[in-house]
């Protein structure tokens, strides 16, 4: 049966303090170094790995190092650079539309609020928790990609699919100061042992306490 209440809590804490244990290192697996760089890689990473986004941003970002100048981008020329990332049209419109929304709104620089996030073309909750857990060190939601959807169940933290709910049940469990942590030790262990198809149960370092343990 599910853990709830306290026994639930406490398993959630747990499963923490081992991910901490595990993966000292665990943090934001996209390269960049100011929070507009942090932006534009965060919606590249759409349906594309982390891997292939960091081989296409230097480029991007030495071609246009601020949002003045990533909104007169040429769309060809910009769909011509990131191409590889998938879904180049749309990642094009959003970054155009994204970063002039920055000039005009923002005076070029990235908001650091959700409200404000959100309100940019092509900028849902998601990629405003990664901007403000990880360029701002502002915890104000926990990041829900697919990796933390999966592990989150198969560790019986709750048996919702639904990202927002599956967030409001982490920011409930979890130390606000971890949220973003969190993501990241989920995503490592996501990776490399909790992985979709073929999890490797036996290495994993919650083999003892995981309800959907195989071993
Ligand atoms: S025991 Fe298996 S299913 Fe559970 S977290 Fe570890 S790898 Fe994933």
Not at 2 to 13: E, I, N, Q, S, T
């Amino acid at each position: 049966m599910r853990k709830r209440g306290p026994a639930l809590a406490a398993h959630a804490l747990e499963i923490l303090a081992r991910l901490k244990r595990e993966y000292p290192d665990a943090h934001c697996e996209l390269d960049f170094e100011t929070p507009l760089q942090l932006l534009v890689a965060t919606i590249l990473s759409a349906q594309c790995t982390d891997k292939r986004v960091n081989m296409v941003t230097p480029e991007l970002f030495r071609a246009y190092p601020g949002a003045s100048e990533l909104a007169s981008a040429k769309p060809a020329e910009l769909e011509d650079m990131i191409r590889s990332t998938g879904f180049f049209r749309n990642k094009t419109k959003s970054l155009l539309g994204m970063s002039a929304a920055i000039v005009e709104r923002h005076a070029g620089e990235v908001p650091q609020t959700m409200d404000e996030l959100v309100k940019l073309p092509g900028v849902g909750r998601k990629t405003a928790n990664v901007v403000l857990g990880n360029a701002f060190a502002t915890n104000v939601g926990v990041v829900v990609d697919t990796h933390v959807g999966r592990l989150v169940v198969r560790l019986g933290l709750t048996s919702d699919t639904d990202p927002v709910k599956v967030e409001q049940t982490l920011m409930k469990l979890f130390p606000r100061d971890d949220w973003a942590l969190l993501s990241h030790l989920l995503i490592f262990h996501g990776r490399r042992v909790c992985i979709a198809r073929t999890p490797r149960c036996a290495e994993c370092v919650l083999g003892d306490i995981c309800p959907s343990s195989r071993v």
